[in-house]
């Protein structure tokens, strides 16, 4: 039957009208109201539902008969009506929460705003997006805190649980973490009074105890390999793929950090009168913080010349080394080396390149061991000092750092063509 509104007012509480022509509407009556509802079965898990429209007679039928259309269409395009009316009240109750709390200057938005106003503004997206992880996640339990309430208690715990197992980077936190603080003090956001435990709590105590390795950690180890390694491996490289292949060169030709050599671009190469060059950016070197940063000048000799050359006519003026399938990054990611070199050792499952799965008999050893491996044996060669730090861009320290403004280009290049033949005796040996 259709609606009786004299049927609707007689109501007592505890009683209902089905509106029979009009699937799943009906009036159900409490002591104090009668309400409009929409009865269903969920598209989702196939139970029945029901969610309230309104109040009858401030709702009246042909306005509920709408209301029920529009629901009814929602319901047979798959939506889950009551689950989606929860989760909207749960929205507008945490927006609400939300919205009470800006009231309050937290911990949350203390760091935002030191990651939005100083790391976002001096940092490279990968050292952004690792300082928001490392200091939101982390810290998740302070979020809500107010800073003025944040206990010596409350640091220490923190940086005492996580540098348990990783020393390293609980220094990394507590520093962050220190100079987040400073950032909001030096703002004015929290009072002059508020004291930043990050900076006194366990103040160089938080060392290395070296790389995890099958749980256990392995100490410190400076590692530089030695001639004969060097020689294996050299050897060893047509077995890698021919990108890791070439970035292993270019790490003993060069003796360039990492980062730098995934960078390199083939607009950054030159042909100059004494030879070959490449020419970094000052922005992509670790040291571009420092006022005396410049950009780096490193001469293409040897294998490097010869690598460097057949990817510039592959790729141009683009970045010669880049990005794989699925990578955010534009050129391809430093930890693409690690991983190779992690499968070439002996006693881990895997292939390596096309070779079938051949080892590299070596002691473990990482691809900062070849920067290292470079400053040493230049030190071997008799290579002095100075232009052997220039050799891998590091600055002068100290007054020598301000005043001694030489470039080095020279020394450079006579320096890496020693070492570019020094490597390939060793590989004839």
């Known amino acids: ?96 929460h939300l919205k009470e709390a800006e009231s309050f200057y937290t911990v949350e938005r203390l760091i935002e705003d030191y990651l939005q106003g100083h790391v976002e503004r001096h940092r490279k997206p990968k050292g952004q997006k690792e300082t928001r992880r ?34 390293v980077l609980a220094n990394t936190l ?91 671009m083939g607009q950054e190469v030159t042909q100059e009168a004494d030879g070959w060059w490449w020419t970094i950016p000052r922005e992509k070197l670790k040291m571009a913080r420092l006022d005396m940063a410049m950009d780096l000048r ?24 880049p990005s794989q399938l699925g990578s955010e990054l534009p050129h391809v990611d430093q930890k693409v080396v690690g991983v190779a070199i992690w499968a070439s050792r002996p006693g881990t499952a895997g292939r390596v390149g096309a070779n079938g799965g051949l080892k590299l008999e070596m002691e473990p050893w990482a691809p900062h061991d070849l ?7 230049l030190a071997a060669l008799a290579c002095p000092d100075g232009v052997a730090e220039a050799v891998l861009g590091h600055l002068p320290s100290g007054i020598a750092g301000v005043y001694n403004r030489h470039t080095y280009d020279k020394e450079r290049r006579e320096w890496l063509t020693r070492l570019s033949a020094h490597w390939e005796q060793l590989v004839l040996q």
């Open 1 to 96: 039957m259709g609606f009786d509104a004299k049927k609707a007012k007689a109501l007592a509480a505890g009683e209902h009208i089905i509106v029979d022509d009009v699937p799943g509407l009906r009036l159900v009556a409490t002591a104090t109201r009668k309400t409009w509802t929409y009865r269903y079965k969920s598209p989702i898990d196939g139970r029945m539902r029901q969610v309230a429209m309104g109040q009858w007679p401030e709702m009246a039928y042909p306005k509920a008969l709408g209301v029920w259309d529009e629901l009814r269409a929602r319901r047979d395009a798959g939506e889950d009506l009551a689950k989606e009316k929860k989760r909207a009240g749960a929205v507008a109750k945490a927006r609400a």
């Open 134 to 167: 490392l200091m939101m996640g982390y810290a998740d339990f302070l979020l809500p805190m107010l800073p003025e309430d944040v206990k010596r208690s409350h640091a220490f715990t923190l940086i005492e649980q996580v540098g348990a197992k990783t020393p």
């Open 174 to 264: 507590r520093t962050e973490l220190g100079a987040a603080w400073d950032y909001a003090l030096d703002a004015g956001r929290i009072s002059d009074d508020t004291p930043n435990w990050w900076r006194l709590i366990l103040k160089g105590k938080l060392r290395s105890k070296g790389k995890i390795v099958n749980g256990e950690h392995q100490g410190v180890k400076l590692r530089v390999l030695q001639k004969w390694e060097v020689s294996a491996l050299v050897r060893f490289l047509p077995n890698f793929s021919s990108l890791v292949d070439d970035l292993c060169t270019m790490y003993l030709w060069t003796g360039c950090r990492g980062a730098e050599i995934v960078q390199m």
């Open 298 to 321: 490193v001469p293409m000799v040897g294998r490097a010349l010869v690598l460097v050359r057949r990817r510039m006519a592959a790729y141009g003026a683009g970045y010669l080394f």
């Open 371 to 377: 920067r290292r491996t470079v400053r040493t044996t």
